[in-house]
């Protein structure tokens, strides 16, 4: 079991009298930005000119370049996009970086996978929210918090857990618990999980599901409703009380088909599939995969984006939920 932090575990000292710069201004950046500022920490941001300096600006932050942020402050999160992580640390980081900096991530891929490669002198560690941006910076305001994953790559001060879970605690984290794992383990169950579950298995379960009762001769509306539409009355049920729960809450018509055909939807063959795919992950392939696809201009990330914009389920969606939005 991971070791869990809460608020007595993570004093916010060792962010106090240090300036956290804040590099990428996105939906993390933002969320990230907010908490720690609200904590007492002191905030700067590093920020391309464009929406997200503008952005920041605006919300009341000190905004320079990355390559400033970089050498005026002590402790750095790197919140940029994966992809562009490596280049922006080449270009406008790693020449200013000094002795006893901090570098914090939100995401292990880059460490993990060497892409990014600091140097010995500081600290590199993450925290991980378990919540979009809008979602951590919510919670926040009403009081509560996103869990949040920490990890230590590097530890030169001595001090980076300690900086981890300060840092986490300024975010909210502490309040619904904060969790130490690695950056491998991170990383590679971030991606299965992602591939596997969340933004994989289950919208080609959708699909695959909407597809079926089409051909049958059901109508696409129904066959929305019936695959997609309710997802979200099943996924809040387990949010909040667990697949046990969820199955509670539930018919016992909708109960008994669940625990007798679940099992044949998720098959042996599945189950292999899925080992595959956390395979492919854990040797590097996706990884390598995913790298070469940025640097080959996206051809096949394009061609797959074009493919799902144009998908029936699609169609039908956009038109179901502008009539929901009239009502």
């Not at 539409?229 to 809450?249: N, P, S």
């Amino acid at each position: 079991m991971a070791q869990v932090y809460t608020d007595a575990d993570a004093p916010l000292t060792p962010l106090q009298g240090r300036t956290v710069a804040i590099l990428g201004y996105g939906s993390q950046g933002h969320a990230q930005a907010q908490n720690l500022r609200d904590s007492g920490v002191k905030v700067i941001v590093g920020a391309r000119p464009g929406i997200s300096w503008e952005r920041a600006d605006s919300d009341g932050f000190e905004v320079c370049t990355v390559a400033e942020a970089v050498q005026r402050a002590d402790v750095l999160m790197l919140l940029v996009n994966d992809e562009q992580q490596p280049t922006l640390y080449r270009e406008q980081i790693a020449s200013h970086l000094r002795p006893g900096h901090a570098l914090g991530f939100a995401h292990g891929f880059n460490i993990h996978f060497g892409q990014v490669a600091p140097p010995e002198d500081i600290d590199v560690f993450m925290v991980s929210p378990k919540a979009v941006g809008p979602q951590l910076r919510r919670l926040y305001q009403q009081g509560f918090g996103a869990p949040c994953l920490i990890a230590v790559h590097q530890d030169y001060s001595g001090e980076a857990k300690a900086i981890a879970l300060a840092y986490a605690r300024a975010l909210g984290g502490t309040r619904a618990g904060v969790y130490e794992t690695t950056f491998k383990e991170e990383c590679e169950a971030d991606l299965f999980g992602e591939q596997a579950v969340l933004c994989g298995g289950v919208p080609a379960l959708i699909r695959a599901a909407f597809e079926t009762l089409v051909e049958a001769g059901y109508a696409p509306e129904v066959a929305y409703f019936e695959c997609l539409h309710e997802l979200k009355l099943i996924t809040d049920l387990i949010y909040e009380a667990g697949i046990r729960g969820m199955l509670f809450a539930i018919s016992d018509t909708a109960q008994y088909g669940a625990m007798t055909r679940g099992e044949r939807i998720v098959d042996d063959h599945v189950r292999q599939t899925l080992r595959e795919v956390l395979s492919e992950i854990r040797r590097g392939e996706f990884a390598r995969e995913w790298i070469l696809e940025n640097q080959a201009g996206r051809p096949v990330f394009r061609a797959l984006e074009r493919a799902t914009e144009q998908h029936l389920i699609e169609q039908v969606g956009e038109a179901v939920r502008s009539r929901m939005g009239k009502i």
